[in-house]
T-cell receptor, first 113, second 113 residues
């Protein structure tokens, strides 16, 4: 089992719809969870981070965390074509001993105009 | 404030050649990281430096060496390049306290023929 897993997609949604991106992780003791957006040919940029169970909202973005299920998700409301990118889930895994983020392979989102 | 800078942006090497990828940050961050990104594989950690004077192996360290030259600079060296090292290399940095957010440089696209 991969340490951080994401569906590679592509996930295709129409403009204005809600896009739902999911991520599972292996280490039950993990505490910090991040969503990065990466446009083609560019470096990752942070969109959201979440540390506590529940929802965290920032504009059109909502991160959801369920530590019992080892599951974190990102919802994008009112999706725009400019949201088309690869979304990377990153987790600070405690059981690896590495003091660094571990990334999933990313989900490619396509927003159709 | 340039953030994280990387040189070069592009490089083509022949098998067996050596080179050093340079990374510098001007945010006074303690921790620095080198990742590689291959299609469908997400970001994989090569080496990291939690603080000046220390370096540790990540998931995929074989074939690489690193030097934390000072607090600002963290270089990645390929002693004898192989085609399997064709990838995009990202440097990142993080402040020690607070969030585990990592800030990324623009990347170096390396091709080994």
């Amino acid at each position: 089992q991969k340490e951080v897993e994401q569906n590679s997609g592509p996930l295709s949604v129409p403009e204005g719809a809600i896009a739902s991106l999911n991520c599972t992780y292996s280490d039950r003791g993990s505490q910090s969870f991040f969503w990065y957006r990466q446009y083609s040919g560019k470096s990752p940029e942070l969109i959201m981070f979440i540390y506590s169970n529940g929802d965290k909202e920032d504009g059109r973005f909502t991160a959801q965390l369920n530590k019992a299920s080892q599951y974190v998700s990102l919802l994008i409301r009112d999706s725009q074509p400019s949201d088309s990118a690869t979304y990377l889930c990153a987790v600070y895994l405690m059981d690896t001993g590495r003091r660094a983020l571990t990334f999933g392979s990313g989900t490619r989102l396509q927003v159709q105009p | 404030n340039a953030g994280v800078t990387q040189t070069p942006k592009f490089q083509v090497l022949k098998t067996g050649q050596s080179m050093t990828l340079q990374c510098a940050q001007d945010m006074n961050h303690n921790s620095m990281y080198w990742y590689r990104q291959d299609p469908g594989m997400g970001l994989r950690l090569i080496y990291y430096s939690a603080s000046e004077g220390t370096t540790d192996k990540g998931e995929v360290p074989n074939g690489y060496n690193v030097s934390r030259l000072n607090k600002r600079e963290f270089s990645l060296r390929l002693e004898s390049a192989a085609p399997s090292q064709t990838s995009v290399y990202f440097c990142a940095s993080r402040d020690r306290g607070g969030s585990y957010e990592q800030y990324f440089g623009p990347g170096t696209r390396l091709t080994v023929t």
